[in-house]
């Protein structure tokens, strides 16, 4: 059963009524839009290295202040994966910028990576994956300059996003005729997807309604469930990576029952998967400092990189 975005939250929220719905005046609190997002205070880049030709092919480290009285400390990394659909038109890393100085300022290196996205030349399957996951595994390249712990990354994912985090962490797991594959790929300690998609496969058609109907189609080409065996997440599974997923109680693009689904999947394969409800709070809220859903956010990613 596929609940709408307003029959998830009214699940949610049900227990603490006191009367029928029906009989409630019921209004939504104003939610955060993406233009909320990007008009917060963000950090600048300390440097951007491109892992290919295209200008969405970059990557954008974020260091924080040394330590000065542990100068050789290794930081722990949060690589952040941005939403937009998938889409270069809809987002791109500048979106994560005001989370990257959030971040920053608690200890952390930041990774934001940058994709070709399905409206790319290039973009869509394999390109995006390809893309994500050369990417991520970069990382190991700047690693012993810039004093990143490789043995402390969590992926971060917002919405299209989360998706694409989930899918890398499962990445050891694809099989190797695919050409997503890639040799000995960097595994994260925990993946936090926030208002995120974990599955292709079981949400092809609320894809399809808010991001445009073709988008699984290039994500995953082909005819029947084979083309999600290579491209989603809970199909990859069991990891041995511990998921959080974070989704606020009003998101009307990536709402609760998304998140359960995914994590209902991630603990019948055995492994760790916890879902949290973020109140008060839509699809924007989770990326957004400030915010009491990104506090939620923040702490899920400090309960497995320190800090």
């Known amino acids: 059963m596929r609940l709408l975005p307003m029959a998830a939250a009214a699940l949610v929220a049900a227990p603490f009524c006191t009367a029928p719905l029906a009989a409630q005046s019921i209004e939504l609190p104003r939610l955060m839009s993406a233009r909320a997002v990007t008009s917060l205070p963000a950090a600048a880049p300390s440097e951007t290295l491109p892992y290919g030709e295209a200008p969405s092919q970059k990557v954008e480290l974020f260091l924080p202040r040394p330590d000065a009285e542990h100068p050789d400390a290794l930081r722990p990394v949060v690589v952040l994966i941005h939403g937009g659909c998938w889409q270069k038109a809809i987002a791109g890393p500048e979106i994560m910028r005001p989370a990257a100085g959030a971040f920053v300022e608690k200890g952390y290196a930041v990774w934001s990576i940058g994709y070709r996205g399905i409206d790319e030349e290039g973009g869509g399957y394999p390109g995006t994956y390809q893309d994500v996951g050369k990417a991520i595994d970069l990382l190991r390249d700047h690693a012993e300059a810039n004093k990143l712990d490789l043995n402390r990354v969590v992926v971060f994912g917002h919405s299209a996003g989360a998706h694409l985090a989930l899918w890398a962490a499962g990445r050891s797991k694809l099989p190797a005729a695919s050409p997503l594959a890639s040799e000995k790929p960097l595994r994260p300690r925990a993946v936090v997807g926030v208002g995120g998609i974990g599955s292709l496969k079981n949400w092809e058609q609320e894809i399809g309604l808010i991001c445009g109907a073709d988008t699984v ?50 603990r019948k394969a055995g492994d760790r998967g916890d879902i949290q409800i973020a109140p008060v709070s839509g699809h924007f809220e989770v990326i957004a400092p400030g915010t009491s859903a990104f506090a939620q956010a923040l702490a899920a990613v400090q309960r497995y990189a320190g800090q």
């Open 217 to 266: 189609a290039k994500l995953a080409p082909g005819e029947g469930d084979a083309r999600f065996a290579d491209t989603s997440p809970e199909l990859l599974l069991p990891t041995g990576i511990p998921v959080v997923m974070l989704h606020g109680v009003f998101d009307p693009v990536t709402y609760p029952a998304i998140g359960f689904d995914y994590i209902q999947a991630v």
